[in-house]
């Protein structure tokens, strides 16, 4: 064999140890990630339900309508209210509603910034005490909730605080921070949820794309503190600077 | 009650060995069987492939479909056509010309058998026999010459120089044969050919490999077909004697299907093709088509495709009458290897016989086609060694993942085992040289490839047929295999412990590398054989044990010689007696 060709070989060689290497490394990056099988990005609601009972008399906002904190939602009449007041239990006014204890007449307000995704009284119903007539989907903060299916090794490497990175439904992605998890079991399996924020959902932009119950994937980083830890970072970095992520 | 072996007086030439060899079949009820049990298993498994629930993600289901069915298609094709070869392609006219072959009149002068006259038809005819050589050890030369001159019936030999060598040129003196060196040095051995067909002009001639040792009956065997005006050549299988190592018994077992089973089906789509040596041409067909197609690395595919198309028929007869020389190192193989898979690329994509332009029945068309693609199934083995990596690394299966392990072993085996459990019927026993050779001979069917697309005539960089070159020098791409195995199975297995549970790609993984692993060890047993020499002589050893076994095995049928000497002994009795 001559020296020539041996050294062809050497450099074979090392050329494919050097290309496992960085298959290793790629590995080793997906074994500390671990993807959603189902997400959805939740915004907060609030629910609006009759403080005492009487009949709608009007009717402010419309199935979908923008409020803002402070409008007026519907009014409500109270014949139970005014007997109240007569035996001295009037109730105050408060953000969420403006009584009048002598005519009987509840003014509801919303509180704070949202949508009306749910009306289910119209002007001339009854209402009994209690029950549900608007729900307001606020617009911040969205949160995102996962659910992964986690071996016990890889739910004990996932902590709170670790970045994810969710990829919204227009290719976009956004970065955001586990904020608590819980574990169920459906069907056998183990089923991580994790509720995960993110400044960064609030952009106005970011309206229709990430409204309630959108379907998003994530990916967590789990914690590595295995050897190839560090290698795995410097790739990733250096993947990152270039532009490959 | 059972009977011990006795000790009376053997009854005839045969030993319950020798005759139990002479009496089997070779196409028995249960090998007839197993071939359809295993073409059942092939199908199952193409359907389970394709089942659309089962698909796994697209780069490694692509790779394992592609793969896959070029392996299915040509398992099944052929089994077809070692079911289309249980008839003999021995006929009545075959068998009577048989016994007419040697020229009655003449008989009296017995003595030297290779000078009895041979006729066909009730004329005499002549024969050559070419012996093609281009640098072969002298010794090898000698042997094959000097069987050649004890065939039976009349014939002339020559040996036909490429080599330019004056040692072999004495040698045809000392042994008495003709001896012919051509000038130019075109068109290689079909070239050699050529120019000595402008010198040898009988009937028919022989063309023999300088290391194939004829047996004695080898025109007795194969004239008798050119009865029928329209046989082209007959071609006889190519038995190896140096099985002395994995590598030639690797190689040798590999060629064992084709010429047991394969090439006796292919003559009944008259497609059976000359593969070189130890065959019988008539003089007339090749006239016909102009002399060997020359300009091309199977110049013998070429000549019976050219001759298939001009309507000539060819015949393959599985009789062993020549003895020679499987490779039996890993750049022999290799060489060999890539010459050949490069001329069956070539036909594919130069005369490919499923175009209309080619004069070929449909018959012959598919045959040639499953030739001309035969060499994928070569190339296959290096695809699905990287299926597990890509499960290992990227975490992409073939399989989906709902396919339970029973159902997956049930269809798989179903194809594999079965393929695996036909051979070890057909060879009588378990070959594991050719599955390691198989899988690990992918680099050398790529290469052949690309040679053939791009028509580049790139071998390895390897100077000079008798000296001694590292194996290392062809093994470039299985050492890096190799090396990117161990580690993927490495890899595998921490990942396995990770996930805490085994998975079947690491199990591939290991069991590949091991594959790859025992040809590198071969390979250093070869480095070291070379070293103390011991190669040549372990394989001169190993053939002339073989050749005298075949030239000692008794017939099972009476040959034509046998009937002059019936003959001869019954006038000389006659004599006696008068």
Known sequence: MTWIARLRLLTSVLLVLALTAGLTLVFNQRQRQSASVSAAIVQPRYAIAAVAPGVVIDMAVALGDEVSAGDVLFTMASVELQQDAVHGLAASSNDAMDIDPVTGVIVYRATADGRV???????????????????????????????????????????????????LPDDRTVVGDVVSASVVTENGKAVTRALITSEEL????????????????????????????????ALMDFLRSVGLR | MPRSAHDLASVDRFTPVSRRAAATDRFSPVMILLTLLATVGCLAYGVFLLQPSHRGDLI???????????????????????????????????????????????????????????????RRVDVDVLITVFGEPLEVV???????????????????????????????????????????????????????????????????????????????????????????????????????????????????????????????????????????????????????????????????????????RSIFLPTTLAIGDAPDTIVAYSKQQLRWATGGFEILLQANPLSPRRRLSLDQRLMYFITATHYLTGIVPGVLLMVPALEVFFDLRPVSMDVGWGTWVVFYGGFYV???????????????????????????????????????DQAWSVTGAQKQVSPFTVMGPQVCMLVFLLCTTAVG????????????????????????????????????????GSLAARADRAKVLATSAALAAPMPLSTPADAVAARHARTRLMRTTS
């Open chain 1, 202 to 233: 609030e952009g106005e932009d970011l309206d229709l794309i990430a409204t309630d119950g959108a379907p998003v994937s994530v990916r967590v980083e789990l914690t590595d503190d295995g050897v190839l830890a560090g290698p795995t970072d």
């Open chain 2, 60 to 122: 490694p289901w692509l790779l394992v479909i592609v793969s896959e069915a070029i392996l299915v298609l040509h398992a099944l094709c052929a089994m077809w056509t070692v079911l289309a070869g249980t008839r003999d392609v021995r006929d009545h006219e075959y068998w009577r010309a048989r016994d007419d072959l040697y020229l009655l009149s003449r008989l009296s002068q017995r003595g030297d058998p290779s000078r009895w006259p041979l006729q066909l038809n009730g």
């Open chain 2, 418 to 456: 079965l393929q695996i459990v036909l051979a070890f019927f057909t060879l009588g026993s378990f070959r594991w040289e050719v599955l390691t050779l198989a899988a690990c001979s992918f680099p050398i069917y790529t290469k052949a490839l690309v040679n053939a697309v791009t028509g580049r």
């Open chain 2, 493 to 532: 297995i921490w990942r396995d412990t990770m996930l805490g549970r085994p998975s079947i790609a690491t199990l591939w993984c290991a069991v590949n590398s091991a594959v790859l692993l025992i040809l590198v060890v071969v390979a250093l047993g070869e480095i070291r054989a070379a070293r103390t």
């Open chain 1, 117 to 167: 995704t749910e009306l289910s009284a119209t002007p001339g119903n009854y209402l009994g005490a209690g029950a549900a007539v608007a729900t307001i989907v606020r617009s911040s903060p969205r949160a995102v909730e996962a659910q992964f299916l986690l071996t016990s090794r890889d739910y004990g490497r996932l902590e709170e605080g670790a970045r994810a990175e969710i990829l």
């Open chain 2, 142 to 312: 000698r042997r094959t010459a000097t069987a050649a001159m004890a065939i039976r019936g009349r014939h002339e030999v020559w040996i036909l120089d490429d080599g330019r060598s004056d040692e072999v040129r004495a040698l045809a003196a000392q042994i008495g044969c003709r001896y012919v060196r051509r000038l130019s040095g075109g068109g290689a051995k079909a070239g050699n050919v050529n120019h000595a067909l402008t010198l040898a002009k009988s009937e028919f001639f022989v063309i023999l490999d300088a290391d194939f040792v004829p047996l004695p009956g080898l025109l007795e065997e194969t004239l008798p077909f050119f009865t029928n005006e329209t046989v082209a050549f007959v071609q006889t299988p190519q038995t190896y004697g140096n099985l002395h190592n994995v590598i030639s018994r690797g190689a040798g077992y590999m060629q064992a299907m084709f010429y047991r089973f394969i090439q006796p089906g292919r003559n009944h789509f008259n497609a059976a093709f000359c593969v070189g040596t130890n065959v019988v041409f008539r003089r007339r067909a090749i006239d016909d088509i102009g002399g060997m197609v020359t300009d091309s690395k199977s110049e013998d595919v070429w000549t019976s495709l050219t001759l298939h198309e001009r309507g000539w």
